[in-house]
């Protein structure tokens, strides 16, 4: 830490992004970065463990060990080939999440990001070769929000795992009624054709790593699969930050 940063963290001192407690010397460092977010606020995220469905990622409460796949992805393959997210959506990462897209506390995502990219880590191995694409919004929520969540997010794993960011190639056509308070036939019609590529070229043949807040039925995820697999892109990933249990 410099001197700067030293006299600022006097004047004042850094209080936990979703309590607003003093954080005091104990921090949390992520590939060089500050957490900003107080042990007892990251004790309350929860981690998603195995057992769990390796292509939605929904965890199982279930006696036997091993990963297997979920109903729904027996039943219906999604298009992406696999999610992947560190917590539950609840508890803490609920709250900082609510705090960073609602609260427009844009500077929290210097914390969530760290906590995605260093998962994202160890879910995927080796990130060259990947197209990161957040999941875009329409431009008129844009307007209303002033930012993207999900590509300040990206952005964040981007720079710490060397991936190639694409944030203007996948757009949202359609502007769609919120997701929340739908079921999942409901998300999956009001998300329909809601994306477009501007140069299929960009994705033919890449892997790509859609980046999202959260994933609730994953309807949004699978959509935007649908749209690159289209084109003919190789493999889709989805990482985010958090996802429902039940999706
Ligand atoms: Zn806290
Ligand atoms: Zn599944």
């Given at each position: 830490m410099n001197i700067l940063n030293t006299i600022i963290e006097i004047i004042y001192p850094p209080r936990c992004l979703?309590?607003?407690?003093?954080l005091g010397n104990h921090r949390v460092r992520k590939d060089q970065h500050d957490i900003l977010i107080c042990q007892d606020c990251l004790n309350d995220f929860n981690e998603i463990t195995s057992p769990l469905?390796?292509?939605?990622?929904?965890?199982?409460?279930?006696?036997?060990?091993?990963?297997?796949?979920c109903e729904d992805c027996l039943r219906k393959r999604p298009f992406?080939?696999?999610v992947g997210a560190p917590y539950l959506y609840e508890g803490g990462v609920m709250m900082g999440i609510h705090h960073f897209?609602?609260?427009g506390k844009t500077h929290i995502a210097g914390s969530l990001g760290p906590l995605l990219a260093s998962f994202a880590?160890?879910?995927?191995?080796?990130?060259?070769g990947y197209l990161m694409m957040p999941v875009p919004l329409h431009p008129k929520r844009l307007r209303e929000r002033g930012f993207n969540q999900s590509l300040l997010l990206a952005r964040h794993i981007a720079s710490v795992l060397g991936a190639e960011l694409?944030?203007?190639?996948l757009r949202r056509v359609r502007d769609t009624k919120p997701q929340t308070g739908l079921h999942r036939d409901e998300r999956r019609k009001n998300v329909r054709r809601a994306f477009e590529l501007t140069d299929r070229n960009v994705v033919k043949g890449r892997s790509?790593?859609?980046v999202d807040d959260v994933a609730t039925t994953g309807s949004t995820l699978n959509e935007c699969a649908r749209v690159l697999k289209r084109s003919g892109?190789?493999?889709?990933?989805?990482?985010?930050?958090?996802?429902t249990s039940g999706m």
């Open positions: 979703i309590c607003e407690r003093f469905c390796p292509i939605c990622h929904k965890p199982f409460e279930s006696e036997i060990e091993e990963d297997h796949l992406f080939d696999a897209k609602y609260g880590k160890r879910w995927l191995k080796k990130m060259d694409d944030f203007l190639t790509i790593i859609l892109s190789d493999k889709v990933l989805c990482l985010v930050l958090a996802r």
